[in-house]
């Protein structure tokens, strides 16, 4: 699968975001949800780590002595019931839409990076993540701003440097006011560090759960 001109500069973009959270764990182990066709994630930290799992729909399977990936459907394709509608988390309760095939407490850190703007139920997946994370771990989060909406699709529908298909199935943007809201609505967890990239269009997000 060949790569739009700029995806190999923005997820650079965003390792170098990840990388100093990771290290801050002694060898945990790390589950990166929506790890992509060639799990790039995992094996640029694989030296950190005593163990990475990775699920995708366009996963490829790979086992080596640290890292296994395998492709996964984490998100219901059945949009009967919510009407293909983002889901809204006020006063939102689990709907079983997003599931993660793991036991509770298996993970230091999840990785959720790029990934949150494509769910319809943002909510089911923070409650997913909140359950498979140890107490004191942590998820890392990037997802687009919505100043990055008008640049993105400037990107991919006219210049085709960025992904066309992937920008098409963004379902929303965030801000920090709404990634706070949706930790808030999340057991469990808490907000503890938000900053801004590249100019304004990225967030990154650690998220702790309490310990």
């Given at each position: 699968m060949k790569e739009a001109l700029l995806e190999k500069t923005l997820r650079k973009m965003r390792l170098g975001r990840v990388l100093p959270t990771?290290?801050?764990?002694?060898?945990?182990?790390?589950?990166?949800?929506?790890c992509g066709w060639e799990a790039?994630?995992?094996?640029?930290i694989e030296p950190f780590i005593y163990k990475g799992v990775g699920i995708d729909f366009k996963a490829?399977?790979?086992?080596?002595?640290?890292?296994?990936?395998?492709?996964y459907f984490f998100?219901?394709?059945?949009f009967i019931a919510g009407g293909g509608i983002v889901q809204s988390w006020e006063n939102a309760t689990y709907s079983g839409h997003c599931?993660?095939?793991?036991e509770n407490e298996s993970f230091e850190v999840v990785s959720l990076l790029a990934v949150l703007e494509h769910l319809y139920y943002p909510f089911d997946m923070m409650y997913e993540i909140a359950r498979v994370l140890k107490p004191g771990g942590c998820l890392i989060l990037t997802v687009p701003s919505h100043l990055a909406k008008p640049v993105l699709e400037f990107l991919s529908f006219r210049l085709k440097i960025v992904s066309e298909e992937e920008i098409r199935d963004h379902k929303r943007y965030y801000d920090r006011k709404d990634l706070a809201s949706l930790v808030a609505a999340s057991p469990h967890l808490r907000l503890v560090?938000?900053?801004?990239?590249?100019?304004?269009m990225n967030n990154f997000a650690v998220i702790e759960k309490e310990r």
């Open positions: 990771i290290k801050q764990f002694q060898n945990p182990s790390v589950l990166d949800v929506g790039r994630l995992l094996k640029e490829p399977i790979i086992q080596t002595q640290k890292i296994h990936t395998f492709s998100e219901s394709k059945d599931h993660l095939p793991f560090k938000h900053t801004y990239f590249q100019l304004g």
